[in-house]
């Protein structure tokens, strides 16, 4: 999918300030630890993520949503009336019905004819609203659109914990599928799309390319249709070490498809964006791509794996943090349970960000 009208205009991004480490959820795990004799360190020395971050007790992803939103807005300085379509992609939402955007599209006074929808996709549900903003724009269809997704994690990490620990039938062995719910973090993201003939900033979309091999569809699945504000306590269950070699081998495929698209080779891209998995994911990913792990940027050593969040929170921070720069061709490159693969390509100008705290 090449696209040579459209823009990623700006980025607005907002982190929850209570902060949870790993050497506090195994402290929190005492009782698991001790009877299977596992040794401390054990959960941050696997995955290489020392904290993450949760919001208060109750929070809906719309009410985070519509801070992030309202910042990309700003910063950007566009006029609501240019927004023609509204996605909300994250895992978590609000409720069953209605769509998570309704909320957010009315808190950010968006014009009434601007197209509205949730998209579920696992960790890829912003990459496929991008995509899909970016096809309308292509099109002609509308003049701006923008992706908002808001994780929350402090509901999994909850009953995750209390079932780890009053399961006594659990082995080190049984007890590995739980383990990858611990690395989950909260945060929340939201990208401004244009047309080019309204950015400020000509941060050029230049391609999008997707894969999928959903025979491995079972390998990380939560339970049916669990929601944050409908008051369900979810779980998930994952083969993790399956999933990053599964995940690993589509998105290599998928990689070689973005760099045709294109006429690239491995030279041709400066700087790379990553969802946010672990340090072992990381390292095999781009040693399999032939990157520089130099040029990467993360972000789960303090945040944790945010989900849907965790890709644009990273880039917005790496271009605050001045390693993506004016010039650079930019690689973000997806992988979700499912398995699906999405990977956009960006030649980045001027970086328009606003985020941090809630508060």
Request: proline share 4%; with cysteine; hydrophobic share 40%.
């Amino acid at each position: 999918m090449p696209f040579s009208q459209v823009c990623i205009e700006s980025l607005g991004y907002t982190l929850p300030d209570e902060i949870i480490s790993s050497e506090e959820i195994e402290r929190r795990l005492e009782p698991l630890y001790a009877r299977l004799k596992l040794p401390a360190g054990r959960l941050e020395l696997m995955t290489g993520i020392r904290e993450r971050r949760v919001w208060p007790p109750n929070t809906l992803p719309s009410q985070i949503s519509i801070v992030s939103g309202e910042r990309a807005i700003s910063v950007a300085g566009i006029d609501r009336r240019d927004i023609g379509a509204l996605i909300h992609g994250s895992v978590c939402r609000d409720f069953l019905e209605p769509a998570t955007a309704c909320r957010v599209h009315h808190q950010l006074g968006l014009p009434s004819q601007c197209l509205i929808y949730d998209v579920s996709n696992a960790c890829l549900g912003l990459l496929n609203g991008m995509v899909q903003v970016a096809n309308m724009i292509e099109l002609g269809q509308i003049r701006a659109g923008l992706v908002v997704a808001s994780e929350v994690s402090r509901p999994l990490m909850e009953t995750t914990l209390a079932m780890l620990n009053a399961d006594q039938a659990l082995t080190r062995d049984t007890v590995k599928p739980a383990l990858a719910s611990l690395t989950i973090g909260s945060a929340s993201a939201a990208v401004l799309l244009v047309h080019r003939e309204l950015s400020r900033t000509q941060n050029r979309l230049l391609a999008a390319v997707g894969r999928t091999n959903t025979v491995a569809h079972e390998l990380c699945h939560s339970g049916r249709d669990e929601t944050v504000g409908g008051g369900m306590a979810p779980l998930m269950q994952t083969d993790a070490e399956t999933l990053m070699h599964e995940g690993i081998a589509v998105g290599h495929e998928t990689f070689g498809q973005l760099l045709a698209e294109l006429g690239w080779t491995n030279a041709n891209v400066s700087k790379t964006a990553c969802h946010q998995v672990g340090s072992a994911h990381r390292k095999m990913m781009l040693e399999k791509f032939g990157l520089n792990p130099a040029n990467d940027f993360v972000t789960y050593p303090w945040l944790g794996n945010t989900g849907a969040a965790a890709l644009p929170v990273t880039l917005a921070v790496g271009i605050e943090q001045a390693h993506y720069c004016g010039g650079n061709r930019v690689a973000l490159l997806g992988i979700g349970s499912g398995i699906n693969v999405l990977m956009l390509a960006m030649e980045l100008q001027q970086g328009l960000v606003s985020g941090g705290k809630l508060g």
